[in-house]
């Protein structure tokens, strides 16, 4: 599977933006898809995973309750709703895909969307 991210750009503290993820081949279905990012200096943490067929999500603690993740599997897309951004948020964004629910299985990463949130 190959992924590719957008939506990403500038945002005022407060703001929302919307991710999408695209992915190519047949096998989207069948794929648990997360959303991790990676600040300048930092690792690549974990923001949120959806179950394949959508119906269970998890969330990292630091944007529970400002970030939604869903999924259109006739669509091959995964998305991140993104809403009261904080400085802290800034990264880029990545999505990836694993056999299981568990982060640290992610892998496959595609190419990432920049995210910056101004104060």
């Known amino acids: 599977v190959q992924l590719q991210a957008s939506g990403g750009g500038l945002v005022q503290a407060g703001g929302s933006l919307r991710l999408s993820c695209a992915a190519s081949g047949r096998s989207f279905s069948t794929y648990a898809m997360g959303w991790f990012r990676q600040a300048p200096g930092k690792e690549r943490e974990f923001v949120a995973i959806i179950s394949r067929s959508g119906i269970s999500t998890y969330y990292a603690d630091s944007v529970k309750g400002r970030f939604t993740i869903s999924r259109d599997n006739a669509k091959n897309t995964v998305y991140l709703q993104m809403s009261i951004l904080k400085p802290e948020d800034t990264a880029i964004y990545y999505c990836?895909?694993?056999?299981?629910?568990?982060?640290?299985?992610?892998?496959?990463w595609g190419q990432g969307t920049q995210v910056t949130v101004s104060s």
């Open positions: 990836s895909t694993s056999r299981t629910l568990e982060p640290r299985t992610f892998g496959s």
